[in-house]
DNA sequence: GCTCCATTGTTGCTTAGGCAACAAAAATTC
DNA sequence: GAATTTTTGTTGCCTAAGCAACAATGGAGC
């Protein structure tokens, strides 16, 4: 169950394809590393056609973008059981989340990947606030949605990534009770009766 | 290199397809055992249409002979590099993977399969009959191939079947030894000069 | 017996993927 | 820097897979 978009009952060939693709583009960026793999390194490796890979995106960027997306989603999945909706619990899994996904991304793109970093924080934020907006609008907020939305995802990211720089990554737990108050308040919830 | 038919650079989709619909079936055959599943069950466990299985096979009795089939076909190529022409080293190998492939079949099967041995000999001697028919064919032989390799499938299945039954598994390699001259013979092979 | 429900094969139609060929853009090589 | 190879996107045509609906079969339960 994703916790962004729910699963649009699309096609299994299409579920099976982007998978493949998913894959085998992980297998041989650990071989490779991302500069020096093509297109056809991929397919080949996946078992698909050329063409059918870009159908399902525009370049190996594209599906760079795409793999950083679903392995956050990933790890959102793995530490919310429900994400559908807002509970301070959910909130503290999602910091943690996000900083275990941070700290994983640094140690693996060691070296020369500042370049992804980039990328990781857009596509992060961009589920974030997804999630978000999806927690605000099922509750009363004394603000715009998309206004709340936007500021704590800023601020859960921004948090996030200066603890993976400084602090230490048993921490993580500790940390996110720290924050939690205050990403909290950037929600502007207002108390249901 | 598929020892029996060389691919026959089958449609990428198609291979897809027969894989999926073999783990699964393998999967689930092992959850509730073959009598009790239905093809449902392994087109839903495999992501596959229900369709598209009977496009590939008339039924579940269908893809448990062809199960046992890549099963068997497996064992040859795990243990012989190159099938493709005779050699006293590849039909001792041979030998060898006949053995272990009907021990592994009963250890597995233990339970109500002897239904299972009639479609294990079946599926093996004809493997068995193919490979070696494809060798006599190209050397010399002091009778028709269709008959040497008859005689030749059908003695290194009963030997193999009593060695299962008598003989202690350590002792392969041995038992191998013992029957090569003779399964050689029913070669009827000429030497060349 | 009977109904009810699950499973089976089969069918026509739709959609995604494979393939080959292409021109254009990068890299390589010399 | 010219020539050659590799890689890239793109296209039209064909085939395999998905889907939904169907009648038919076959139990399981009453």
Same mark, same amino acid.
């Given at each position: !169950?994703?916790?962004?978009?729910?699963?649009?009952?699309?096609?299994?060939? $299409?579920?099976?394809?982007?998978?493949?693709?998913?894959?085998?583009? !992980?297998? $041989?960026?650990?071989?490779?590393?991302? /500069?020096?793999?093509?297109?056809?390194?991929?397919?080949?490796?996946?078992? $698909?056609?050329?063409?059918?890979?870009?159908?399902?995106?525009?370049?190996? %960027?594209?599906?760079?973008?795409?793999?950083?997306?679903? /392995?956050?989603?990933?790890?959102?999945?793995?530490?919310?059981?429900?994400?559908?909706? %807002?509970? !301070?619990?959910?909130?503290?899994?999602?910091?943690?989340?996000?900083?275990?996904?941070?700290?994983?991304?640094?140690?693996?793109?060691?070296?020369? /990947?500042?370049?992804?970093?980039?990328?990781?924080?857009?596509?992060?934020?961009?589920?974030?606030?997804?999630?978000?907006?999806?927690?605000?609008?099922?509750?009363?907020?004394?603000?715009?949605?998309?206004?709340?939305?936007?500021?704590?995802?800023?601020?859960?990211?921004?948090?996030?990534?200066?603890?993976?720089?400084?602090?230490?990554?048993?921490?993580?737990?500790?940390?996110?009770?720290?924050?939690?108050?205050?990403?909290?308040?950037?929600?502007?919830?207002?108390?249901?009766?």
């Amino acid at each position: !169950m994703l916790p962004i978009k729910m699963e649009e009952k699309l096609d299994p060939r $299409v579920k099976r394809t982007r998978e493949l693709l998913e894959k085998a583009f !992980m297998e $041989v960026i650990n071989e490779k590393g991302f /500069q020096t793999i093509t297109v056809q390194d991929i397919t080949e490796r996946a078992g $698909v056609n050329r063409a059918t890979f870009y159908a399902h995106f525009a370049d190996k %960027f594209a599906l760079l973008d795409h793999s950083i997306r679903q /392995q956050f989603i990933q790890e959102i999945d793995k530490r919310m059981l429900n994400a559908c909706h %807002f509970t !301070m619990d959910n909130l503290r899994n999602l910091i943690i989340a996000v900083c275990e996904f941070i700290r994983n991304a640094n140690s693996k793109c060691k070296p020369a /990947q500042s370049q992804f970093e980039t990328l990781v924080e857009a596509q992060v934020k961009e589920v974030l606030y997804d999630l978000l907006l999806k927690w605000l609008e099922q509750a009363r907020t004394s603000t715009e949605p998309e206004i709340a939305a936007t500021a704590t995802s800023w601020a859960i990211y921004g948090l996030a990534l200066q603890w993976s720089h400084t602090k230490k990554p048993e921490a993580v737990e500790k940390f996110a009770d720290e924050v939690l108050p205050l990403i909290a308040s950037n929600l502007q919830l207002v108390e249901a009766a």
